[in-house]
Nanobody, 124 residues
Framework: QVQLVESGGGLVQAGGSLRLSCSAS????????VGWFRQAPGKEREFVAA????????YYADSVKGRCSISRDNAKNAVYLQMYNLGPEDTAVYYC?????????????????WGQGTQVTVSS
C-alpha cells in the first residue's frame, strides 16, 4: 500500500498563507489523480481541490477558488496545496488522498488511500 503524509500545516493569522505538502512512499503517485479534503470540528469532510496525474487538469471547490493553487511534482512523488488569504473558516484538518485512476474526483469514495491529515488553524 501507499503511505501518504501531509505536512505544512500550522497556526496562521487571517490573511496569511500556507503551503501544504503531500508526500508518498511505498508506491508512486505519478499515474494517479490526487485530491485535497478538509474537515472542521463538528462538520462533514468537504472537498477542497484535485489534480489529475499529469498536472493538465485541476478543480477547486467554490469556497476556496481563487485562494488556492494545487500542483504536483511527480519526480518528487509529491502534491502541494498553496493557500492564500486564509480566514477562520479555513480552520480544519487537511487530508490528501490518492485516486484510483489518472483523473480526479470531488467524491471521497473515489480515492483509495488517505493521509492522516495536517492541522491548519487560522486566527482572527
Amino acid at each position: 500500500q501507499v503511505q501518504l503524509v501531509e505536512s505544512g500545516g500550522g497556526l496562521v493569522q487571517a490573511g496569511g498563507s500556507l503551503r501544504l505538502s503531500c508526500s508518498a512512499s511505498g508506491r508512486t503517485l505519478s499515474n494517479y489523480g490526487v485530491g485535497w479534503f478538509r474537515q472542521a470540528p463538528g462538520k462533514e469532510r468537504e472537498f477542497v481541490a484535485a489534480i489529475n496525474y499529469s498536472d493538465t487538469s485541476t478543480y477547486y471547490a467554490d469556497s476556496v477558488k481563487g485562494r488556492c493553487s494545487i500542483s504536483r511534482d511527480n519526480a518528487k512523488n509529491a502534491v502541494y496545496l498553496q493557500m492564500y488569504n486564509l480566514g477562520p473558516e479555513d480552520t480544519a484538518v487537511y487530508y490528501c488522498a490518492k485516486g484510483r485512476t489518472r483523473g480526479w474526483s470531488t467524491a471521497g469514495t473515489s480515492y483509495a488511500y488517505w493521509g492522516q491529515g495536517t492541522q491548519v488553524t487560522v486566527s482572527s
